[in-house]
């Protein structure tokens, strides 16, 4: 018994593992003509985020769900997703809710020739940017080590209006996620939310889906149904709670997404810090999540980088510059000037006050002196 007992903790633990994202909203919130998936954040739409932190993980297969602007998001992700990652894309036709969107996306999860292969499902919608890949790798553990046919990422928050509560039940087992507007009073004061990001067993998922009823009058079908669905089967059904909420944060209008922009750019800054990148003032310095630094890079405030730029070792740029897709030379020193699509050598000094236009190289060991305008008919 012992040796069968190991052998079904050592299958949990190497089972494949694929992923769905839900990407078919349209983000009526936002108020914008772009899907909401395709917003950007540190110059990446945000859907990017989720796949990045997705390409970290062992996953075979990402199922992206998408809906309304189906071309402009796939036509996007082709472009921008991580190599290496598999992604099929499925439409759902009809926006019925995410029942619906997560059963339109099994369709695109590959069956083992013999039907008998047993995988883990880890949900998440496009719009959760901000989730770490070392979060999901331990929902996918916790899910595996506790042998549950499912298990939420939840979080427990100061004001959790707005948001499904978790309600469990017997044997501390997940029984239902309820939203605001059907908690009884006895339920009003629980803080613990769920996050609408899961790992499900794959061969439960699908039965439980079949078995939602519609959640309203326009026919949706809600993937939140699917764990008390579970729970009266009898499955275990367990949770993982955030360390940082904030991981979780979804975006949903613009407030919500300049909220989203500020802890990236946060993350951002601070992880080229700890890789050896001077930032004078972090607070007012902008970096794309394209942007490359290397080791003693010093940014002074006031500096915005943007597509992808690479600085060299050594480089000093600021304060009050702005570069778009710039290369620049090690020990180069920019001070407040614009720069497109430029190259700039090492050694070279440009500015104060410099332009350089599209197509601009500017030799190494140059100095350019103030008030520069480099074109590529014009370099020093």
């Not at 020739?113 to 995988?119: M, N, Q, V």
């Not at 613009?254 to 972090?282: C, F, K, Y």
């Not at 394209?290 to 943007?306: A, C, E, I, K, R």
Request: charge should be negative; hydrophobic fraction near 40%; proline fraction near 7%.
């Amino acid at each position: 018994m012992q040796n069968e007992t190991m052998s079904a903790m050592h299958a949990r633990n190497h089972r494949p593992l694929v992923a769905v994202v839900l990407a078919a909203g349209e983000g009526t919130r936002m108020r914008s003509t772009r899907p909401k998936p395709l917003h950007f954040l540190c110059g990446r739409p945000m859907v990017l985020h989720v796949l990045d932190a997705l390409a970290e993980l062992p996953i075979e297969r990402v199922v992206v769900v998408v809906g309304h602007g189906r071309e402009w998001v796939s036509k996007a992700l082709r472009e921008g997703a991580p190599d290496g990652l598999a992604i099929e894309f499925v439409e759902q036709v009809d926006p019925r809710g995410t029942g619906e969107a997560m059963a339109v996306a099994l369709t695109g999860l590959p069956e083992a020739p013999d039907g008998s292969e047993e995988a883990d499902v880890v949900v998440l919608p496009g719009d959760t940017p901000l989730v770490r890949a070392p979060t999901i790798a331990a929902l996918v553990r916790h899910h595996r080590s506790s042998g549950a046919a499912a298990t939420v990422l939840s979080a427990v928050l100061d004001n959790p209006t707005g948001y499904s509560r978790v309600l469990m039940g017997k044997d501390d087992r997940v029984a239902r996620l309820v939203d605001d507007a059907h908690l009884r009073q006895e339920e009003a004061g629980i803080h613990e939310v769920a996050t609408s990001i899961y790992c499900f067993r794959r061969s439960v998922v699908a039965p439980a889906l079949r078995r939602l009823s519609p959640a309203n009058d326009r026919g949706e079908y809600f993937l939140t149904d699917a764990i008390e669905v579970l729970y009266e089967a009898g499955h275990r059904v367990g949770k993982l709670v955030l360390d940082d909420p904030m991981e979780a944060a979804g975006v949903n209008d613009r407030a919500q997404l300049a909220l989203a922009e500020s802890e990236l750019r946060s993350r951002t800054n601070e992880r080229w810090m700890r890789r050896g990148v001077t930032m004078i003032d972090p607070e007012q310095i902008y970096l794309d999540a394209l942007v490359q630094l290397s080791p003693d890079v010093t940014l002074f405030p006031g500096v915005v980088m943007q597509g992808r730029c690479v600085i060299e070792e050594g480089a000093e740029i600021g304060p009050d510059t702005h570069l778009v897709d710039v290369l620049v030379g090690k020990r180069a020193r920019l001070r407040q000037s614009v720069a497109t699509q430029s190259e700039i050598g090492d050694d070279a000094q440009v500015g104060p006050f410099a332009v350089l236009e599209p197509g601009t190289t500017i030799p190494g060991g140059t100095v350019t002196g103030p008030f520069y305008l480099g074109c590529p008919d014009h370099a020093s």
